[in-house]
């Protein structure tokens, strides 16, 4: 089955945030990269932009398909993860882990909670 | 309408396979990852489900004559056991589709050819229409649900395949075809497919499908690598790099010139030679991206100025390369092998350059 991580918050279009000190970590889940498939390129925002919750932040594109890419809370981009631009398999090795995506300064804690547990999201895709 | 099936769809579906609706055809699209299907064709060997491509058969004293004004390739050249690659186009020259067509080795001149998903009732319709309107004595069956076939492709494919047999296939050159016991499964077994790869395409009775699927112990390859194998090659998929209705070229737009000989008479020739004589205004080319991006279907290509120009008609990342690369249509001017044009990726224009298929290099 697909790994659904208890500690992380999950948007229902595939996108999970993972609180960190004072910002959030950004990725897609392990269903998201299966059902892409070999994902071969990320367009992602720059430091300093800002993401709103529900908008599009970026895109995701796999041999087959291209998505767009969903922030789960908002705030400015305080990082993003470079090593996919040379390395976008890593969203599908590791998509908890090194194929994380961005980090946002939470600007409201709120939002947090307005996203799907663990595990709400394990029903959502099972 | 219900989607057609393959007859080992639940077993690819056991296997774990993801789908796609192709042609009105359910086809396993991927089984473990495209990259790696894709990788294990180039370096080793696949086998895909084919089975929506459609079966013709066509028999009796004037099946040559039926062929020959058909399809845009001499016919007349085919001994038994051969096959060519050929349009089939209207009286515009238009192609309807593109094909394979295999002679049989029968005492009379029989055929067998293969036009793509979904087109089978149509070119089965075309045919009877054409065969009547001209009053030939000719039999056309329609036979797409009395076969599976599977394309095995690769370096490792011919050992692969001769292993199930004792026919000499290993003699058979390219485009070469017969009949052989596969895994004790009598099956039309022809050196054609359409990765680029050396490998055998089996016709194999329907009933018999699993017999020879489980003997050819490779890496299945669902439709996914075989689109990009087949982009890397620079080779057509109807419906999309062409389409009789929404996309209508001729076989010289589409870079298939070479399957048309205007010194046999067939629907669309004069139109062809015409065509011919005057050149092309636009031309099916290659494209890689200089930037990062991923070209698809349907994205414009500019010139330098961001004048829109043409279109991408396939495009992806390539497997091989990892690069990024595209087919597509361009104006003759534009045409040439290194220049430089755009591809427009969600509003950005992305540096490009033509380039001759294949993308590959020693193919």
Same mark, same amino acid.
Request: hydrophobic content about 35%; aromatic content about 8%.
């Given at each position: 089955?697909f790994d659904v991580p208890d500690d992380t918050h999950y948007l229902d279009s595939h996108e999970w945030a993972r609180r960190d000190d004072g910002?959030?970590? /950004?990725?897609? =889940?392990?269903? !998201?990269?299966?059902? @892409?498939?070999?994902? *071969?390129?990320? #367009?992602?925002?720059? %430091?300093? +932009?800002?993401?709103?919750?529900?908008?599009?932040?970026? /895109?995701?594109? =796999?041999?087959? !398909?291209?998505?767009? @890419?969903?922030?789960? *809370?908002?705030? #400015?981009?305080?990082? %993003?993860? +470079?090593?996919?631009?040379?390395?976008?398999?890593?969203?599908?090795?590791?998509?908890?882990?090194?194929?994380?995506? @961005?980090?946002?300064?939470?600007?409201? #804690?709120?939002?947090?909670?307005?996203?799907?547990?663990?595990?709400?999201?394990?029903?959502?895709?099972? | 309408?219900?989607?057609?099936?393959?007859?080992?769809?639940?077993?690819?579906?056991?296997?774990?396979?993801?789908?796609?609706?192709?042609?009105?055809?359910?086809?396993?699209?991927?089984?473990?990852?495209?990259?790696?299907?894709?990788?294990?064709?180039?370096?080793?060997?696949?086998?895909?489900?084919?089975?929506?491509?459609?079966?013709?058969?066509?028999?009796?004293?004037?099946?040559?004559?039926?062929?020959?004004?058909?399809?845009?390739?001499?016919?007349?050249?085919?001994s038994p056991g051969d096959s060519q690659y050929a349009a089939i186009t209207d009286a515009e020259g238009a192609i309807i589709d593109d094909t394979?067509?295999?002679?049989?080795?029968?005492?009379?001149?029989?055929?067998?050819?293969?036009?793509?998903?979904?087109?089978?009732?149509?070119?089965?319709?075309?045919?009877?229409?054409?065969?009547?309107?001209?009053?030939?004595?000719?039999?056309?069956?329609?036979?797409?649900?009395?076969?599976?076939?599977?394309?095995?492709?690769?370096?490792?494919?011919?050992?692969?395949?001769?292993?199930?047999?004792?026919?000499?296939?290993?003699?058979?050159?390219?485009?070469?075809?017969?009949?052989?016991?596969?895994?004790?499964?009598?099956?039309?077994?022809?050196?054609?497919?359409?990765?680029?790869?050396?490998?055998?395409?089996?016709?194999?009775?329907?009933?018999?499908?699993?017999?020879?699927?489980?003997?050819?112990?490779?890496?299945?390859?669902?439709?996914?690598?075989?689109?990009?194998?087949?982009?890397?090659?620079?080779?057509?998929?109807?419906?999309?790099?062409?389409?009789?209705?929404?996309?209508?070229?001729?076989?010289?737009?589409?870079?298939?010139?070479?399957?048309?000989?205007?010194?046999?008479?067939?629907?669309?020739?004069?139109?062809?030679?015409?065509?011919?004589?005057?050149?092309?205004?636009?031309?099916?080319?290659?494209?890689?991206?200089?930037?990062?991006?991923?070209?698809?279907?349907?994205?414009?290509?500019?010139?330098?100025?961001?004048?829109?120009?043409?279109?991408?008609?396939?495009?992806?990342?390539?497997?091989?390369?990892?690069?990024?690369?595209?087919?597509?249509?361009?104006?003759?001017?534009?045409?040439?092998?290194?220049?430089?044009?755009?591809?427009?990726?969600?509003?950005?224009?992305?540096?490009?350059?033509?380039?001759?298929?294949?993308?590959?290099?020693?193919?």
């Amino acid at each position: 089955m697909f790994d659904v991580p208890d500690d992380t918050h999950y948007l229902d279009s595939h996108e999970w945030a993972r609180r960190d000190d004072g910002t959030v970590r /950004v990725g897609i =889940s392990d269903f !998201a990269q299966d059902e @892409l498939g070999d994902v *071969v390129f990320v #367009e992602l925002p720059g %430091v300093g +932009d800002d993401v709103s919750a529900g908008e599009t932040f970026g /895109v995701v594109e =796999s041999i087959k !398909a291209v998505s767009d @890419l969903y922030a789960p *809370v908002s705030g #400015e981009v305080t990082a %993003v993860n +470079d090593d996919l631009f040379d390395q976008p398999e890593l969203v599908n090795d590791d998509p908890y882990g090194d194929g994380w995506m @961005l980090e946002v300064a939470l600007a409201d #804690e709120s939002e947090l909670d307005d996203l799907l547990s663990a595990e709400a999201y394990r029903d959502q895709i099972e | 309408m219900a989607l057609r099936k393959p007859p080992l769809r639940e077993r690819h579906a056991e296997r774990g396979a993801k789908f796609t609706e192709f042609g009105g055809w359910d086809m396993p699209v991927e089984f473990d990852s495209i990259r790696e299907e894709h990788t294990a064709v180039r370096e080793a060997a696949g086998i895909f489900d084919v089975s929506h491509m459609g079966e013709i058969e066509v028999a009796g004293p004037d099946a040559t004559a039926l062929m020959q004004r058909l399809t845009t390739n001499d016919v007349t050249a085919l001994s038994p056991g051969d096959s060519q690659y050929a349009a089939i186009t209207d009286a515009e020259g238009a192609i309807i589709d593109d094909t394979v067509v295999y002679r049989l080795p029968t005492d009379d001149a029989s055929y067998l050819f293969v036009p793509n998903a979904g087109h089978d009732e149509e070119i089965h319709d075309w045919w009877i229409d054409h065969r009547d309107e001209w009053d030939l004595d000719a039999t056309v069956r329609n036979a797409t649900d009395e076969y599976a076939m599977f394309a095995v492709q690769g370096p490792d494919a011919p050992d692969l395949v001769a292993e199930q047999t004792d026919a000499p296939i290993r003699n058979l050159s390219k485009f070469e075809a017969q009949y052989a016991d596969v895994a004790g499964v009598d099956c039309w077994t022809a050196r054609t497919g359409y990765t680029g790869e050396d490998g055998y395409e089996l016709l194999v009775p329907t009933s018999e499908a699993e017999t020879v699927w489980d003997a050819v112990d490779c890496q299945p390859c669902g439709l996914g690598a075989r689109d990009t194998l087949r982009i890397e090659m620079g080779y057509l998929l109807s419906g999309q790099d062409f389409d009789h209705e929404s996309n209508p070229r001729t076989p010289y737009e589409a870079g298939i010139g070479f399957t048309v000989k205007l010194d046999t008479e067939f629907l669309g020739r004069d139109a062809l030679e015409a065509a011919h004589a005057e050149g092309v205004a636009e031309k099916f080319v290659g494209l890689t991206l200089l930037d990062r991006g991923v070209p698809r279907t349907g994205y414009d290509v500019t010139d330098e100025d961001g004048h829109v120009v043409g279109t991408v008609t396939s495009g992806t990342m390539s497997p091989t390369l990892n690069e990024p690369i595209a087919l597509g249509y361009l104006p003759a001017d534009h045409a040439d092998p290194g220049t430089r044009v755009r591809v427009v990726v969600r509003g950005q224009q992305k540096r490009a350059k033509v380039v001759t298929p294949p993308f590959l290099e020693d193919y």
